[in-house]
């Protein structure tokens, strides 16, 4: 290879991701360390009922010991026979993490710019917080006795309340997704109770593919709205998609586009107009943080992303949260229980209390009340000023990565993310080269309306210097070749994995590798 | 270098770079960067003031400090035991703790490797094929189950069956997920805190979808019958959808063996602990309706190198590619609580999880003996074995019991007039003569 086509000849940084190769595989499964099978119930508890299978293992000291008649404290008709599980010991396993840990690129790695994500930086100080003993008790205590979490809880409320422009705010649903599926219940609850049958829920083409899902499985007929030529919702398409079948459009602003709709407020009228619901789709609330707020846009209920927004970790895929605004007039379809504060009450200043015209719930519990901890303390944390200064760096950074970029970027003006073209290269293979320059690369080939779409979200927390290095890392790669881009990546953990031949030869756990 | 104090703190950019980054872009002003009609611009305040990280933390700690200091004997849904340290440790690592859902394989292997031993655990525990990498909890994975019924080409009907003694947050998530199929959740009855069989056998018909039954029932009790409510549901082609953990299947019957399709519950009983009910589901099935399964599927593949490397896989069911014909909405999932519960159930090994499922068993049982010998007070309700909790008579009006004992510092769950539900494992054994102690004291 020519050396300028390498990682590093350019400005840009490179990356070589750690990687442990053992035997035809990279870190082995726990289950090729060890596998021990233990005998369960009467006949395991001689001390001889465990059998290492490969020998590396601890032998098992057997179970139930202290029963005196038989090995367990059951009859052996409800127990299962035996149980095969890799046994090994502490040390052990914690390199086995750690091993897995390092083959894994996290937003302290280096930019994250996954578009409609919102990677930021995760605050320490909010893990301890979710940590502290206090935090750690059961949902069923009495209110009176958890008077700490509901303080919270009603805090958050309050916090989102404000922030969005809405009358009232659930917390429990436990994710964005959650959240949508909350919101279209409570459309439906309003609408049914109002003695309306509508069948439909509208969404944009551009749409993320959450808001499809959800009306879907809400029972609602999906009615695609197709946008305009700028990228914005096409109001004459809306006048005729929208009637008295309509429950509700769900809107995301700014658009996957990073476009702000311009015309939400004849949006708004044109929705109400025909009796729907306006639902606003919390995904991109950073880019406006500060500067404009869904109720103030017409939005009658919408849901929030803290792990977006409000800097909860990711963790993998989650947990997050997606609590859920509504106006005044749809405060009493929320979810059960909501928070409130009392005064004078000999049994606290906060109880829980269920809404007149409850939808029920959507989470066997409260939600996830440890992420939802977390945003509080980093809502506390920045107040007004860190919080519309986050908005106004996010769509800064943007902005400024944006004109760094040798690819063309179609739509604007954007404001948080914006979606790149990746022209005659495939944004997939261009995005797998990105990750040997060290950085995680957008999300790809979507929204649609913009062929070979880099969909780039770098957030407020990358400095100008990491932006320059994204910025080189993406133009790296603009000028390089189909073949360069076809067999990257080539120094991360694994390199290009098969997802056809791992779909079509299904193996899902450790049983079907040994089949 | 200066940086706006009023600022994030999270944004690292200096007034300096500011400028020039304005500068580059080709404006004057933040502001300039937002196009917002006039009519539509916040020009208010939240009224939120910014905080110290100091601050906050001394206030939130102070705030939390108002929850009483109770020794919970609480379960019903949400349980805890003992979280080894290295959980901990392992899971706060920001290549973890910060990354996101692995649509780049290729630097996402140490997650994906762990989501891929998570789903395995859950495969050896059930006896069933497929595992995914997490609902949101207990009640949503139900739910899920049940969409999944009307999914399910050999199963037809709308009639979903639950135990008349289904815990009530369960069974409003499950009515608020058959809402959109349109599924009619019914009853069938339990005795002595298990099934009815009888009872289930009048209540099924050909419309029947779905029977669920949970081992171990909200109750605490052992289910005695399995494989017969597994027959009946399979004399009249409904899923039988069983509802337990993996604690507790580590020691009970294997649900492959007593014929159930769908096992759902709560996999957070390993990693987290008591969370005020956050929680972490898990959904494991039979490899048929692998197509119909909900949220991610971690997968082993190869890669260029012809290395054995993990992929999320079968994505056409999922809401980003298939829209509105996906199989759920979900997306974001619970997959740090999988690696938290990967972890802790590594650290037990087999004999620690048997181990941790029989102390399960014989905690309640012997604290249900000692509370049975306390005048006023008969445990357990119900003539059944137990896992971790138990029903317990008071003599007393059972809220007068409950007040006393909070004010003792022992928390339980009041179900009835005169009837308490008392939950220990591992975590709160230590307690246990103290709360015997204050139940001689005030019942």
């Not at chain 1, 040390?91 to 750690?98: D, E, K, N, V």
């Not at chain 1, 290095?469 to 881009?485: G, I, K, Q, S, Y």
């Not at chain 2, 619970?334 to 499922?357: F, M, N, S, T, Y």
Request: proline share 5%.
């Amino acid at each position: 290879m020519p050396d300028d086509e390498r990682p590093g000849a350019d400005d840009a940084t490179t990356f070589d991701q750690a990687r442990w190769t053992d035997d035809g595989a990279y870190e082995p499964l726990l289950s090729e360390k060890d596998l021990t099978e233990v005998q369960v119930g009467a006949t395991g508890g001689d001390g001889d009922g465990s059998e290492d299978h490969d020998g590396t293992g601890t032998a098992s000291p057997g179970v139930g010991e202290e029963d005196d008649e038989s090995g367990g404290p059951l009859p052996d008709e409800l127990t299962r026979d035996s149980l095969e599980l890799p046994a090994l010991a502490e040390p052990q396993l914690a390199r086995h993490y750690s091993r897995l840990s390092e083959m894994n690129y996290g937003v302290e790695s280096g930019p994250f710019p996954l578009g409609s994500c919102t990677m930021k930086y995760n605050p320490k100080f909010t893990e301890d917080l979710a940590a502290r003993p206090e935090a750690a008790v059961h949902p069923d205590r009495p209110a009176k006795s958890v008077q700490g979490v509901l303080a919270v809880m009603y805090a958050l409320q309050d916090y989102l309340g404000r922030i969005g422009g809405m009358d009232a705010v659930t917390l429990q649903p436990p994710a964005g997704a959650a959240g949508e599926f909350t919101g279209i219940q409570i459309a439906r609850a309003y609408h049914e109770a109002t003695g309306e049958d509508r069948s439909e829920v509208v969404v944009p083409a551009s749409a993320h593919g959450t808001n499809f899902a959800t009306a879907a499985m809400a029972g609602f007929d999906v009615v695609e709205l197709p946008g305009d030529e700028d990228g914005r919702v096409d109001l004459a398409a809306l006048e005729s998609a929208v009637g008295p079948d309509t429950a509700a459009l769900m809107l995301t602003n700014p658009n996957t586009l990073g476009l702000f709709e311009r015309d939400i407020e004849a949006i708004a009228e044109t929705v109400h107009d025909a009796g729907g619901l306006l639902y606003y789709d919390g995904a991109n609330l950073n880019a406006l943080l500060g500067r404009a707020r869904p109720g103030d846009m017409g939005f009658d209920v919408m849901h929030y992303n803290v792990h977006k927004t409000f800097a909860t970790p990711h963790g993998g895929g989650g947990p997050g949260a997606g609590p859920v605004g509504v106006t005044d007039e749809l405060a009493d379809f929320l979810p059960t229980p909501q928070v409130r504060r009392v005064s004078d009450d000999e049994h606290g200043e906060y109880e829980l209390f269920e809404p007149a015209e409850s939808i029920g719930k959507v989470h066997g519990f409260r939600g996830n009340w440890l992420v939802l901890l977390k945003a509080y303390a980093y809502i506390a944390r920045l107040g007004d000023a860190g919080l519309a200064d986050a908005g106004a760096k996010a769509v800064l950074n943007a902005n400024y990565l944006a004109s760094r970029l040798d690819y063309e970027v179609p739509y604007g003006p954007f404001h948080h993310e914006f979606v790149a073209s990746a022209g005659e290269q495939d944004a997939a293979d261009a995005a797998k080269r990105m990750l040997d320059y060290g950085v995680h690369p957008p999300t790809t080939k979507w929204p649609e309306i913009v062929g070979e779409a880099l969909m780039t979200e770098p957030t407020e927390v990358e400095s100008r210097s990491s932006l320059d290095d994204l910025a080189a890392a993406f133009n790296a790669v603009a000028r390089e070749a189909d073949e360069t881009l076809a067999n990257a990546p080539e120094r991360t953990a694994a390199r290009r994995i098969d997802q056809v031949g791992a779909a079509r030869e299904l193996r899902l756990s450790w049983r079907d590798l040994s089949e | 270098m200066t940086r706006n104090a009023q600022g994030s703190p999270f944004a690292p950019h200096t007034d300096a770079e500011t400028a020039a980054m304005l500068a580059a872009v080709g404006v004057d002003d933040e502001e300039d960067l937002f196009d917002i009609p006039e009519g539509v611009r916040f020009d208010g305040e939240f009224d939120i003031p910014a905080h110290s990280e100091r601050a906050v933390r001394r206030s939130v700690r102070g705030t939390l400090a108002e929850n009483d200091d109770l020794t919970e004997f609480l379960g019903r849904g949400h349980y805890a035991h003992y979280v080894p340290s290295l959980v901990d440790d392992i899971a706060r690592r920001q290549e973890f703790l910060t990354s996101y859902t692995q649509y780049q394989p290729e630097v996402a292997q140490g997650f994906l490797q762990a989501l891929f031993e998570y789903q395995s655990v859950l495969v050896e525990l059930t006896g069933l094929d497929v595992a995914n990498c997490s609902m949101y909890d207990a009640a949503t994975a139900l739910g899920e189950a049940a969409t999944l019924s009307q999914r399910v080409r050999s199963v037809s009907g709308d009639r979903v069956l639950v135990p008349d003694r289904l815990r009530e947050g369960k069974r409003a998530v499950l009515d608020q997920y058959a809402r959109g199929p349109g599924l009619s959740v019914e009853t069938y009855p339990t005795v002595e805190g298990t099934v009815d069989v009888a009872g289930l056998q009048e209540a099924v018909d050909e419309d029947v979808a779905m029977v669920y039954a949970e081992s171990p029932a909200v109750t605490g009790c052992i289910e005695e019958r399995l494989d017969a409510v597994g027959d009946v549901a399979a004399a009249n082609d409904a899923l039988f959808v069983l509802g337990s953990d993996p604690v507790a299947l580590a020691l009970l019957e294997r649900p492959a063996d007593v014929g159930a399709d769908v096992v759902v519950g709560e996999a957070s009983v390993l990693g987290l602990g008591t969370a005020y009910g956050m929680g972490m589901g898990m959904f494991v099935t039979r490899e048929e309706y692998l197509r119909q399964v909900p949220g991610r599927l971690v997968g082993a593949g190869e890669d260029a190198t012809g290395r054995r490397a993990y992929t999320l896989t079968l994505q056409t069911r999922e809401q980003h590619i298939r829209k509105e014909r996906a199989t759920s909405n979900i997306c974001t999932n619970q997959a740090w609580l999988a690696l938290r519960a990967a972890i802790h159930a590594a650290l037990l090994g087999p004999d620690g999880l048997v181990e941790l499922a029989e102390e399960c068993v014989r905690l309640p049982r012997d604290l249900a003996a000692r509370l049975d010998d306390i005048d006023g007070v008969r445990a357990p309700t119900f003539d059944r074995h137990h896992f971790r909790e138990f029903q317990a008579h008071t003599d007393q009006p059972a809220t007068a019991v409950a007040d006393d004992l909070a004010d003792a510092g022992y928390a339980v769950h009041v179900v009835g007039d005169h009837r308490l539900q008392v939950c220990v494992t591992d975590a709160n054994a230590p307690a246990v003569d103290g709360f015997v102690a204050a139940v001689e004291e005030v019942a």
